[in-house]
């Protein structure tokens, strides 16, 4: 494997268009690369980047000034590559994965057609099955009592908390000791439950790394993404997980090729499973490249300062080592650019809230000062700091100072209170009491205050009493008990829209971000809708768990607001670091995983302190590159402000006073750097803040309703008919999670029968109705069933074979043709869309084809189908083909008149 470290603002990115350059004037086609990086952003940039550097080569005769330059004898092949381009492998780890399984789907007992699952979803159906495992555990005899009866009701967090961290090792192990081996037992048992429950179809993230390891162990399956693949170049290699890396340490030894660049310095995605020792571990057994060791963002005085951070930390072995921190040199047009680094401390003996806020204040002040004295645009601003904490109180500050500032990203988009409302709204239509209750009567959907909401709670009859002394809030919630019973899409419109409160709807008590997230939630439900209440409840419920969901992005402009994370990636002329002495908190845990050997540590094992102790020097670590990345965002301007209380350093201050840069230095004021200290200054009551602007007046659109079309936007013109008879049609493969139905009996006879005609495989050829036994339809059924429906497809098959030179054309006479045609026709507000089984010609005339194993033959069943297919032939070809259904157990043709096809069209799509 190749590696290269890649230091913030080296051009990693033009250094890998330099690589696709260089490889594809090697002769390596490019579609035996694939270009593999962290994000679907990235990866539709890295595409876009790829394009723009082959058109400049082509062009010019060079890249980036000489960078790269074209051999002409190699001219054709960067012609093939702008013509592979849209389908060239560029992607995510993930949808890499995904390609490489559906590439040798079938050797991995996998449906080529299989599902992704989101995580959210695939921990519901874990937990579901956990609490089956628990419970069927709760008798007495059963082999996983004992287990149960030692976790007792840790057992399920527990388990919870493993199946977030599984994508660290491939097996969890337990020392001697009941409480470990009963977490891995009751994990296990759950485990295998849940994959049995995914099947083939389904596979969530986790599941998908799981996977492709067992491809690249696979010496078949591997063989054949060997033929695919020839070389992986993959970025951003410091924040994958350690199942990541060995899928990629796995495909190198099996022949393909692995180049990876990367910043261990920047790897700061660990409680997303990142592990920084699967790049420390290429870069010691791989073949270490050249690092990039030019910054074409930072300014000079920048760069030095970046410079001595890395030095000094790599030296104290703070958060990175020595191979990891390459010096770096401005280059470019930032060579001409001095810069500036300044850092302000606030120290006191006052307590740490009131120096933040002092701190808050000092920067907002100096952001003005950069504003007015330098010229900087305040949308060429940023804030960053660890927590959404801080930036609330920088939030706070800026409007003191009447500062135009953006959040560009809130936390807990599930966690809102407009959110948890709408939740607790929905919940009390379902069941009105508890907690539920208790939330609803506070919200602005009732108005109560305290008193009279605990009152309400204490009565023996909580509905009774709101009937009694508030009858107008019964009455609203009447109208939600009834609106639960729609759609839950509906039932949200009802909530938000409908004017409960003198008028007033629930939107109107918002300001104008709450709003925005609201609309997001219709939006989401709107796109992905539940099938009922009780489900949209569980996964809002579910969500708003995990804090990474954030809310969503303000609109408008000035000073950027965000966290370090979320600013991995981006630049901004002047980047202001807030929170400097923050310190590292640690959040306690009932159980460890050793990340090294996958072993799990509960509470009253011998092993849980060490592994504490691991967990806790890996976050501490985790936590200076985490600073690293924060301070490389900045292009001219770097302003670093902390808060320390009797001298006490905590975080990044630690950091800084290791580079004899902390609160204890004397204040130094010099060209393009100055270091200063304030003492902490009270905040009266009377400090002029102003008051929040007023909630955006509503759109007079917003209350708009659209009629509903009649038929969706994309509609398969065989649903019509299926929605009347779902008997005899032939499915494809089903996919559950969409709502579709589980084949029956006829419905996978006429799959397969389809399926074979397409392949022109014949009813006594026994290897192709042993390949008819392999489809993926068949798995539900015993053998003897499988038997019995091999035997009436072969009949079906010889029935088709029987008309063909005769009534249908032979194979052979044919002078094109198409099986399993797929179309799709534009028709007013619908895309209709499907598969024509058949269309071809002999001589000058086209033929269209659709074979039916219905019991029954009724041609106008189908007319509107082939009506769809024939104009979609029409339009695209311009041609008119000869419409016929064949009924395959009456071995009958039926040709369809032209005027019953327009007939048939008029009446449905108009």
């Known amino acids: 494997m190749k590696v290269r470290v890649a230091s913030a603002g080296t051009g990693k990115t033009t250094s890998l268009v330099q690589r696709y350059l260089e490889l594809i004037g090697s002769g390596i086609p490019l579609r035996r690369v694939a270009g593999v990086t962290f994000t679907r952003t990235a990866a539709d940039e890295l595409r876009q980047r790829v394009a723009a550097g082959v058109k400049e080569l082509l062009e010019n005769g060079d890249f980036l000034d000489g960078s790269y330059v074209l051999d002409e004898v190699m001219r054709p092949s960067f012609g093939e590559a702008v013509r592979e381009l849209d389908g060239a492998t560029l992607s995510t780890i993930h949808g890499f994965m995904v390609a490489s399984l559906r590439l040798v789907a079938p050797m991995m007992g996998l449906d080529p057609d299989f599902s992704v699952l989101g995580e959210w979803e695939a921990q519901a159906m874990f937990e579901e099955e956990v609490k089956s495992v628990l419970y069927l555990a709760e008798d007495a005899g059963h082999g996983l009592a004992t287990s149960r009866r030692l976790l007792g009701d840790e057992a399920l967090p527990m388990l919870l908390t493993l199946f977030g961290q599984r994508s660290l090792t491939e097996a969890f192990e337990s020392e001697d000791h009941p409480m470990n081996s009963a977490l891995v037992k009751l994990f296990d048992a759950a485990y295998k439950r849940f994959e049995l429950r995914l099947g083939s179809q389904l596979l969530p993230p986790s599941e998908v790394e799981r996977r492709a390891l067992k491809l690249v162990r696979n010496g078949k399956a591997l063989a054949r993404l060997r033929e695919r693949f020839r070389l992986v170049l993959v970025d951003e290699f410091q924040d994958v997980n350690p199942l990541q890396g060995h899928f990629f340490e796995q495909l190198e030894r099996g022949g393909v090729q692995i180049e990876v660049v990367g910043d261990p310095k920047q790897s700061i995605y660990g409680f997303r499973n990142a592990d920084v020792e699967v790049f420390r571990r290429a870069m010691r057994e791989g073949e270490e490249l050249p690092a990039l060791d030019r910054t074409w963002r930072h300014a000079r005085v920048v760069a030095r300062f970046l410079n001595h951070m890395t030095r000094t930390l790599a030296a104290e072995e703070m958060g990175f080592g020595r191979r990891e921190a390459p010096e770096v040199e401005a280059s470019g047009a930032q060579r001409e650019v001095a810069g500036r680094v300044e850092i302000h401390w606030v120290t006191d003996d006052a307590p740490i809230a009131e120096l933040r806020t002092t701190e808050a204040r000092v920067l907002a002040s100096r952001l003005r000062e950069l504003h007015e004295t330098y010229g900087y645009a305040y949308s060429d601003m940023a804030v960053l700091a660890r927590s959404y904490a801080g930036l609330s109180q920088v939030e706070e500050a800026l409007r003191a100072d009447d500062l135009p500032y953006v959040l560009l990203q809130g936390r807990g988009y599930y966690e809102r209170l407009e959110i948890r409302d709408l939740y607790h709204a929905l919940h009390v239509g379902i069941d009105p009491s508890g907690l539920s209750l208790g939330v609803w009567l506070r919200s602005p959907f009732a108005q109560l205050d305290l008193k009279a909401t605990a009152a309400v709670l204490a009565a023996d009859d909580p509905l009774d009493a709101l009937k009694v002394h508030h009858p107008e809030v019964a009455d609203r919630l009447e109208l939600i008990r009834e609106g639960v019973r729609a759609t839950p899409l509906s039932a949200l419109k009802l909530l938000i829209r409908e004017p409960f409160i003198a008028g007033r709807r629930y939107v109107d008590f918002l300001d104008t971000r709450a709003r925005e997230n609201v609309d997001a939630l219709l939006f989401t439900v709107a796109r992905q809708p539940p099938g009922d209440i ?377």
């Not at 901004?572 to 009932?590: E, I, S, T």
């Not at 050793?594 to 020097?617: D, L, M």
């Not at 065989?718 to 996919?735: G, I, N, Q, Y």
């Not at 002999?842 to 039916?852: A, F, N, P, Q, S």
Request: glycine share 6%.
């Open 534 to 910: 009780e489900i949209l409840l569980d996964r809002l419920e579910l969500l708003s768990r995990q804090t990474d969901a954030g809310d969503v992005p303000q609109s408008g402009e000035g000073i950027q607001l965000l966290t370090v994370h979320r600013a991995k990636g981006l630049e901004w002329p002047l980047v202001a670091v807030f929170d400097l002495g923050r310190m590292n908190y640690h959040h306690p845990q009932k159980l460890y995983l050793s990340p090294e050997n996958g072993f799990v540590y509960h509470a009253e094992s011998s092993g849980f302190e060490a592994a504490r102790r691991a967990i806790k020097t890996r976050e501490e670590a985790e936590s200076f590159r985490l600073f690293y990345v924060a301070a490389s965002r900045a292009r001219d301007v770097l302003v670093m402000t902390g808060s320390i209380k009797r001298d006490k350093l905590e975080g990044w201050s630690k950091a800084l006073a290791v580079m004899k840069l902390g609160p204890e230095m004397a204040p130094i004021d010099q060209t393009g750097f100055c270091l200063k200290r304030y003492p902490n200054q009270s905040i009266t009551s009377e400090s002029p803040i102003p008051a929040l602007k007023e909630a955006v007046t509503p759109a007079p659109w917003i209350d708009r309703s659209f009629p509903r079309n009649q038929h969706p936007p994309v509609q398969s013109p065989s649903r019509l008919k299926e929605e009347h008879d779902v008997s005899t049609e032939p499915l494809p493969f089903s996919d559950p999670e969409e709502g579709e139905r589980l084949p029956g009996r006829s419905s996978t006879v006429g799959t397969l029968v389809h399926y074979a005609i397409s392949q022109n495989w014949r009813a006594g050829d026994p290897t192709h109705l042993e390949n008819l036994r392999a489809q993926e339809v068949m798995f539900p059924y015993t053998s003897e069933e499988q038997q019995d429906i091999l035997a009436e497809v072969a009949e079906l098959l010889g029935s088709y074979q029987s008309l063909l030179g005769k009534t249908l054309p032979g194979l052979g006479a044919r002078d094109e043709d198409y099986p399993e045609l797929a179309m799709a026709l534009s028709h007013q507000s619908t895309v209709w869309q499907g598969i024509i089984d058949r269309l071809y010609c002999v001589g000058d005339t086209w033929y269209l084809e659709d074979y039916k194993t219905d019991q029954e033959v009724v041609p106008s069943r189908y007319h509107f189908q082939l009506a769809v297919y024939w104009k979609a032939v029409q339009e695209v070809r311009g041609i008119q083909p000869e419409v016929r259904l064949v009924f395959l157990r009456h071995a009958r043709v039926e040709v369809i008149d032209p005027e019953a096809l327009e007939e048939a069209f008029s009446q449905v799509a108009s």
